[in-house]
Nanobody, 121 residues
Framework: QVQLVESGGGLVQPGGSLRLSCAASGSIVSINAMCWYRQAPGKERELVACISRGFTTNYADSLKGRFTVSRDNTKNTLYLQMNNLKPEDTAVYYC???????????????WGQGTQITVSS
């Protein structure tokens, strides 16, 4: 059974920084793209950033320069470094990954449970 578990969320003041982690565990053969999404209250879930297995990245235009996505393929872990956080960054942040589990020919889409980030003074 494959699981994605996020950690690192919490309350931070405007201008502060946080680093999220997302660890994939279980019977994993391979992981392709890994992404972060977020969903603010009353809004639709939106893409934050993605990174391929070969470390190609893409970001939501509005977040470029403040957020940095990275991954450690040896640990099956995804990271999101968030700097200069703003109140509008308040949301639940979700990890997403395309994973081929053991015994499968295909990559499936997996989601973490989400971690809350609140930016407030």
């Amino acid at each position: 059974q494959v699981q994605l578990v996020e950690s690192g969320g919490g309350l931070v003041q405007p201008g502060g920084s946080l680093r999220l982690s997302c660890a994939a565990s279980g019977s994993i053969v391979s992981i392709n793209a890994m992404c972060w999404y977020r969903q603010a209250p009353g809004k639709e879930r939106e893409l934050v950033a993605c990174i391929s297995r070969g470390f190609t990245t893409n970001y939501a235009d509005s977040l470029k320069g403040r957020f940095t996505v990275s991954r450690d393929n040896t640990k099956n872990t995804l990271y999101l470094q968030m700097n200069n956080l703003k109140p509008e960054d308040t949301a639940v942040y979700y990890c997403n990954a395309q994973i081929k589990p053991m015994g499968s020919f295909y990559f499936n889409d997996y989601w973490g449970q989400g971690t809350q980030i609140t930016v407030s003074s």
